[in-house]
């Protein structure tokens, strides 16, 4: 939990964290390659980017007859993967040992598999037990759901939390829980013209080393501590 009144830092996992986007997209094209022609298949991945694989299956079904074990089939595949690679974003340890703000993670991924990225990553006794999948509400992003019920457990308002986000997806859904957003645009999945985007739907910024991240969540919490100083002194 964070003390009162301070920040929280909550990151997105792929494509934050760990730089796994590239590797489920290439498992899902090539499972998907034994039912979908080749056009269907891009399309479906340029789609997906930052929904969960039930998600994007769900959508994909109702165009495409697809196997039952679909969903199953890739999970699978993705996990074994997963376990695999080296998968932790250049610098993102050293980032985040140098943050002192407490640190909390948020993402679509399945509890099981955030748990794997979080520890494949080398990051477990940084993060802690202070992730958060969609699996505990009701609604995934782009919805802001899963990102109020972090902020609730950590007792953080959202006002004070500082996201770093890679997709639209997830940006949406931490804009409309009312916190501030960073577009982190140094994965290997980020599409031409994705940093644009970002910016349109209301982020504050992008970056995309690692190396840069201290100083911004810095300027967060110094902000933070002028505004709590200001209201203090209006009171």
């Given at each position: 939990m964070s003390t009162p009144g301070s920040g929280l830092l909550i990151c997105d996992c792929d494509g934050?964290?760990?730089?796994?986007?590239?590797?489920?997209?290439?498992?899902?094209?090539?499972?998907?390659?034994?039912?979908?022609?080749?056009?269907?298949?891009?399309?479906?991945?340029?789609?997906?980017f930052g929904k969960q694989i039930e998600q994007i299956m769900e959508e994909l079904a109702v165009q495409a007859e697809l196997p039952a074990h679909s969903v199953?089939?890739?999970?699978?595949?993705?996990?074994?993967?997963?376990?695999?690679?080296?998968?932790?974003?250049?610098?993102?340890?050293?980032?985040?040992?140098?943050?002192?703000?407490?640190?909390?993670?948020?993402?679509?991924?399945?509890?099981?598999?955030?748990?794997?990225?979080?520890?494949?990553?080398?990051?477990?006794?940084?993060?802690?037990?202070?992730?958060?999948s969609a699996d505990l509400v009701r609604r995934p992003k782009p919805f802001p759901d899963v990102y109020l019920h972090a902020s609730e457990v950590m007792g953080v308002p959202p006002q004070h939390c500082l996201v770093i986000e890679d997709s639209l997806a997830g940006a949406r859904a931490a804009l409309a829980a009312g916190m501030t957003v960073w577009g982190f645009v140094g994965g290997s999945h980020i599409p031409q013209g994705h940093v644009a985007a970002l910016m349109q739907l209301g982020v504050t910024g992008v970056f995309g080393d690692m190396a840069e991240l201290p100083a911004l969540v810095q300027q967060f919490a110094d902000g933070l501590k002028t505004r709590q100083k200001m209201m203090s002194k209006q009171k």
């Open positions: 934050v964290l760990v730089d796994t986007e590239h590797l489920v997209a290439s498992v899902m094209s090539d499972v998907l390659a034994a039912w979908l022609d080749a056009e269907q298949v891009e399309r479906t991945l340029a789609s997906g199953e089939l890739i999970n699978q595949r993705v996990n074994e993967v997963l376990a695999d690679a080296d998968i932790a974003i250049p610098g993102i340890g050293t980032a985040l040992a140098a943050i002192s703000l407490p640190v909390a993670v948020v993402s679509n991924s399945h509890t099981d598999r955030l748990r794997l990225s979080i520890e494949a990553a080398g990051l477990a006794s940084r993060v802690q037990d202070h992730y958060f």
